[in-house]
C-alpha cells in the first residue's frame, strides 16, 4: 500500500516534470490526446476489466460527450465545464437507460448490442443533419477556462489533462479496492455465485456501465476542446478497435493498463514511423504480436512477475463470534419455511411436481431421493434461481417467489453448490467477506473517501477470520480458493454461506467427494450449527451421512413427495425402498 | 431481386464466419476484410491484368487458401485456449493488416469489376431482372448444395464436423483436428473470397469495406441464431431483404440504422435468433 502510493507520487512528479523538458509541439499534442485515450480506456476498464463484461457502449457514450460539449459550446447555450457536465449527466442516464435491456445479455450477445449503440449513435450524428450538421462536424470548439484563464498552449492543456486523468484514475483505484471491487472480480469470476452470496449483479452491471460512460463523456468532452474540430467519422468502429486493443494490451481489471496501452498505442504508430508507409501495416502486426505475446496484458504480465506472497495486515486481533450463542435456538414446532404445491416445468419435463414440505426453525430437514428426483431443483426455487411454474415458498411469513437470489439471500436464505462454485482466483478469506458483505451498509461514497469503508471492512475481515478459524480453515486463509484441496473447498462454501447470516442454510451435496474422517467431522460441525439457531436443508446421496445428521427426511421421486418422516421411519417406508431399489417383483 | 442478391453475399459471408465459430470458438473480425482482399484479388486478376477469366479461377481460391492458412498459423493457434476477447484482438489486427496491406498494393480509391454478363438485364415477362444478381442468386445456391454435400458425404467433411463439435473426442477417434482446423479456415477464406467476386460487380470494393461488411454480417449471424448454419444463412437473406424494403419505404439514409435497430430488437427479444438454440445457464 505503501509503496503503491510511493509509486504514485513519484510517477505524478515524473509526468508534471515532462512539459519542462522542451518536447515539440506534435509531441506535447500525442501526449495530450493519450491522456483522453486514457481516461477513455479507464471508463471501458470499469466495464470489462472490473465487470467482465465486453460491454463496447463507451465508443458511443465518448461520441454522444464530445458533441454535448462541441455543440453546447459553440451554440452559445454554455461554457465548457457546464456543457461538460451536462454531458455527464445526459451519458450516464442514457447509460441507466441502455442498461435496462443489455444487463441480461452475455459475451457476443452484450458485445453486439453495445457495438450498435455505438453504430447508431455515430450514423444518427452523421444523418442529423439539422443539429449535429452531418459529415460537415463541429467546428471551432471553445478551450475550456480555469478560473478565468482559458485553457491555451500546450503546456495548460497538459496539466489540466494530467490533473483530470489523476484524479479519475485515483477513483478507479479506490473504486477496485473497495467492497464494490471486491464484488466486481467475486461477479466476474462466477457470477451465479456471487448473486447468491448476496451481490446485486444487475446492479453492479448497470454501476460498471453508468461509470464507463461518465470517463467516456468526460474524455469526450475534453477531446471535443482540445481538438477544436469534431466530425463522425472518427467515432467510427477504428477508434473501438484502438480501445479495445489499448486496454487488452495495457492489462484490462488492473489500474495501470489504461495508462501503458492508451499512452503505449497512442505513440505506438509514431515508433513505426521509421518504416514509412507500412507503419499502418506494423502497427496491426504489432497488436497481433503484443496479444500473443501477452495475453494478459502488460502490466496483468508484469503484476504476476513481480507477485509477492501477500502481505496482508495482520488480521485484527478481535476475534468474533461468527454465529449466534449456542442455546438460543427457535422453539421446536415452528416451521421457518413452508412450500406448497411448487410445480416446476422445463418445456414439457415436469421437475417438481405439486410437492408439499414444511422445515421447523432450529432443525436439519433432509431432502433425498434417486438422480433426477428434482432435490437440486427445488434448492434453485428457494434460493431464487429458478422462478416456479406454480406453488408458493414462504420464509417467515415472506413470499420468496420472484425475488431474485440476491435479495432471497439477504431474507436469510443461503446456500452451497453442488459443484463447487467458489471465486477460484480469490484468497479464502476474499470469498468469505465478499458474502459478508451482503449487510454491509456503506455506500460508494465512502470507498472513495472516508473512515467508515475502512472499520466495516476491518468487522467484515475479523469476522470471517473467525467463521474460517471455526471451520478449521484458518491456516488457509489467505490462499487462492481455488489451490485449497476438495474437503476444504467445500468447507468453505459452507463458511461462505454462513457469512451471509444465514435463518436457513441450503446444502447441496456437502458431503460429496469427502474421505470418511472430513464427513464425520462435517456431521460434527453441522451439528453444532443446529445448536445455534440456523436451520438446515440438507441434499445428500450418503445415506449413513443423512440418517446421522437429520430430525426429519422428505423424500422425493420423480418430483413428488413420497416420504416424509423421522430417519428411522423413512428408512423403512416400503416407497422409499421401492423408490430406490425397484419393486419387489423386479428385485426378485 | 436486389434485396435477395444482396442478402446471398450477406449469407456467404456469415457461413464463413460460423464454421470458424463452430471449429474455434472464435470470433473472426477479420472476416469482412476477407472478402474485401477477395475483391480486390478479383479486380486486379481480371481488370488490371487482365488475365483470361479461367486464369482467374485457377489463382484468386489459391491467394484466398493461402490467406486462409496464415489467418489460423498466425492470429488462432497460438491463442487457443485463451479468453474470446483475447483471440478477438488479434484477428482485429489480422484485419488491420488485411486492410493496409489492400491500401499498399491497391490504393484508397473505391474500384469495381466490369459487369460479366452481356446483356446486363433480362426480361422476364413483366419483370427486369440483373443478370449479375441472377448469377449471384444461382452461384450462392449451387455452393450451398455442393457444401451440403461435402459436410455429408465425404470424409473430410465429416471429420471437420465431428472436430468442431467435440474437438477433443474427435482426436481420440483418430481426427487430425489441427488439420481440419487448418481446412475450416480454408474453407471460410474460400467463402469470403467467393462472396468477394460475386460482390465487386454490384458494389465497390475499398481498403474500408470489411468494417461495413463484419457489421452486416453480425447482424446476419444473430438474426439467423448465433452458431447455425442454416440460420446464418436465412439470417443473411432476412437482413438483405430488410435493407431493400428499408430503403424503398422508409429511407435509405437511415437503411442502416434500421439494420441495427432490427439487431438490437432481436437481442433484446429474442437473443436466440430464428434457428439457435435458447440461451440458459444450468445450475
Not at chain 2, 471460410?188 to 469495406?209: I, M, R, W
Request: proline share 5%; hydrophobic share 55%.
Amino acid at each position: 500500500m505503501r509503496a503503491g502510493r510511493l509509486g504514485a507520487a513519484v510517477g505524478l512528479g515524473a509526468a508534471a516534470a515532462v512539459p519542462l523538458l522542451g518536447l515539440d509541439r506534435y509531441t506535447m499534442r500525442l501526449l495530450d490526446l493519450g491522456f483522453v485515450f486514457v481516461l477513455l480506456t479507464a471508463g471501458f476498464n470499469f466495464t470489462l476489466g472490473y465487470a467482465g463484461q465486453l460491454s463496447l457502449a463507451h465508443v458511443g457514450f465518448f461520441a454522444l460527450g464530445a458533441y454535448g460539449v462541441g455543440l453546447l459550446t459553440t451554440g452559445g447555450v454554455a461554457g465548457f465545464w457546464p456543457a461538460l457536465g451536462l454531458s455527464v449527466a445526459g451519458c450516464v442516464g442514457a447509460a441507466l437507460v441502455l442498461g435496462v435491456p443489455t444487463v441480461k445479455l452475455r459475451t457476443h450477445y452484450l458485445a453486439l448490442a453495445t457495438l450498435s449503440f455505438d453504430e447508431i449513435v455515430r450514423l444518427v450524428l452523421t444523418s442529423w443533419k439539422a443539429v449535429t450538421r452531418g459529415t460537415d462536424g463541429v467546428l471551432g470548439i471553445p478551450p475550456p477556462s480555469l478560473l478565468g484563464w482559458p485553457v491555451r498552449g500546450d503546456g495548460r492543456w497538459y496539466y489540466l489533462l494530467l490533473a483530470v486523468t489523476a484524479a479519475l484514475l485515483w477513483l478507479a483505484h479506490r473504486i477496485g479496492a473497495s467492497r464494490w471491487g471486491a464484488a466486481f472480480a467475486a461477479m466476474r469470476q462466477a457470477e451465479v455465485a456471487a448473486e447468491a452470496m448476496g451481490v446485486d449483479t444487475v446492479r453492479l452491471k448497470t454501476l460498471a456501465l453508468a461509470l464507463s460512460a461518465a470517463y467516456a463523456a468526460v474524455a469526450g468532452g475534453l477531446y471535443a476542446s482540445l481538438s477544436t474540430f469534431i466530425s463522425p467519422e472518427f467515432f467510427n468502429i477504428d477508434l473501438l478497435v484502438s480501445t479495445l486493443a489499448m486496454l487488452l494490451i495495457g492489462g484490462a481489471g488492473t489500474v495501470l493498463g489504461p495508462v501503458v496501452g492508451g499512452l503505449g498505442l497512442t505513440f505506438l504508430p509514431e515508433w513505426l514511423r521509421g518504416v514509412e508507409r507500412y507503419y499502418m501495416l506494423a502497427y496491426g502486426l504489432g497488436i497481433v504480436a503484443l496479444i500473443t505475446l501477452f495475453p494478459a496484458g502488460i502490466v496483468g504480465l508484469a503484476a504476476r512477475l513481480g507477485r509477492r506472497p501477500a502481505v496482508l495486515a495482520a488480521p485484527a486481533a478481535r476475534i468474533v463470534e461468527p454465529l449466534p450463542p449456542a442455546g438460543s435456538v427457535a422453539p421446536a414446532g415452528v416451521p421457518l419455511l413452508a412450500v406448497r404445491a411448487l410445480t416446476v416445468r422445463f418445456g414439457g419435463l415436469v421437475a417438481v411436481d405439486g410437492l408439499d414440505f414444511a422445515v421447523e426453525a432450529g432443525r436439519v430437514h433432509g431432502l433425498i431421493g434417486p438422480n433426477g428426483a428434482g432435490k437440486t431443483t427445488v434448492i434453485n426455487v428457494l434460493t431464487g434461481l429458478y422462478r416456479p411454474t406454480a406453488g408458493s415458498v414462504v420464509l417467515g411469513g415472506r413470499s420468496l417467489v420472484g425475488l431474485a437470489p440476491h435479495a432471497v439471500t439477504r431474507l436469510g436464505v443461503a446456500r452451497t453448490f453442488q459443484t463447487i462454485r467458489l471465486f477460484p482466483a480469490m484468497s479464502a478469506l476474499a470469498n468469505v467477506m465478499v458474502a459478508g458483505q451482503c449487510h454491509a451498509t456503506t455506500h460508494l461514497g465512502h470507498a472513495v473517501a472516508g473512515r467508515a469503508a475502512r472499520r466495516e471492512r476491518e468487522a467484515l475481515e475479523a469476522e470471517a477470520r473467525a467463521l474460517l478459524a471455526w471451520l478449521g480453515l484458518d491456516a488457509r486463509a489467505d490462499d487462492p480458493a481455488g489451490s485449497l484441496a476438495h474437503g476444504q473447498q467445500r468447507l468453505l462454501e459452507i463458511a461462505r454461506a454462513l457469512a451471509t447470516r444465514p435463518r436457513l442454510l441450503c446444502l447441496d451435496e456437502p458431503a460429496a467427494g469427502l474421505t470418511h474422517g472430513e464427513r464425520a467431522a462435517l456431521v460434527e460441525r453441522l451439528r453444532a450449527l443446529r445448536e445455534r439457531a440456523v436451520t438446515l436443508l440438507v441434499v445428500e446421496h450418503n445415506m449413513p451421512f443423512i440418517m446421522q445428521l437429520c430430525d426429519t427426511i422428505t423424500v422425493l421421486d420423480f418430483g413428488r413427495k413420497i416420504a416424509e418422516g423421522s430417519p428411522a421411519a423413512v428408512r423403512d417406508d416400503a416407497a422409499v425402498v421401492e423408490a430406490y431399489l425397484g419393486s419387489p417383483l423386479a428385485r426378485a | 431481386m436486389t434485396g435477395l442478391a444482396m442478402g446471398c453475399i450477406y449469407a456467404l459471408l456469415a457461413l464463413g464466419f460460423v464454421l470458424i465459430l463452430n471449429a474455434s470458438g472464435a470470433i473472426n473480425f477479420a472476416q469482412g476484410d476477407l472478402v474485401m482482399v477477395g475483391g480486390f484479388v478479383v479486380v486486379w486478376l481480371g481488370a488490371d491484368l487482365g488475365l483470361p477469366w479461367y486464369a482467374g479461377l485457377a489463382l484468386a481460391p489459391l491467394a484466398m487458401a493461402a490467406l486462409g492458412v496464415l489467418l489460423e498459423r498466425l492470429a488462432f493457434r497460438p491463442l487457443r485456449g485463451k479468453p474470446f476477447v483475447t483471440v478477438f484482438i488479434s484477428t482485429i489486427g489480422f484485419g488491420i493488416v488485411l486492410r493496409n496491406l489492400a491500401l499498399l498494393l491497391w490504393g484508397p480509391s473505391p474500384r469495381s469489376l466490369p459487369g460479366l454478363f452481356r446483356p446486363d438485364v433480362l426480361r422476364l415477362g413483366p419483370a427486369v431482372v440483373s443478370t449479375q444478381h441472377l448469377f449471384i442468386v444461382g452461384a450462392t445456391v449451387a455452393l450451398l448444395v455442393g457444401l451440403q454435400a461435402f459436410f455429408v458425404h465425404t470424409r473430410t467433411g465429416i471429420w471437420m464436423r465431428a472436430a468442431a463439435q467435440d474437438e477433443e473426442t474427435a482426436r481420440l477417434l483418430g481426427v487430425r483436428t489441427g488439420r481440419t482446423m487448418v481446412l475450416t479456415f480454408v474453407l471460410s477464406s474460400l467463402l469470403a473470397g467467393l462472396a468477394g467476386f460475386l460482390l465487386a460487380p454490384v458494389f465497390f470494393v475499398y481498403p474500408d469495406l470489411g468494417h461495413l461488411l463484419v457489421l452486416k454480417l453480425f447482424i446476419a449471424v444473430v438474426i439467423g441464431g448465433f452458431g447455425s448454419i442454416p440460420g446464418a444463412i436465412l439470417g443473411g437473406l432476412f437482413l438483405g431483404l430488410v435493407e431493400v424494403l428499408a430503403a424503398a419505404y422508409v429511407s435509405s439514409l437511415y437503411k442502416d440504422v434500421i439494420a441495427f435497430a432490427v439487431l438490437m430488437a432481436f437481442l433484446f427479444f429474442k437473443p436466440e435468433g430464428f434457428l439457435g438454440e435458447a440461451i440458459r445457464d444450468k445450475v
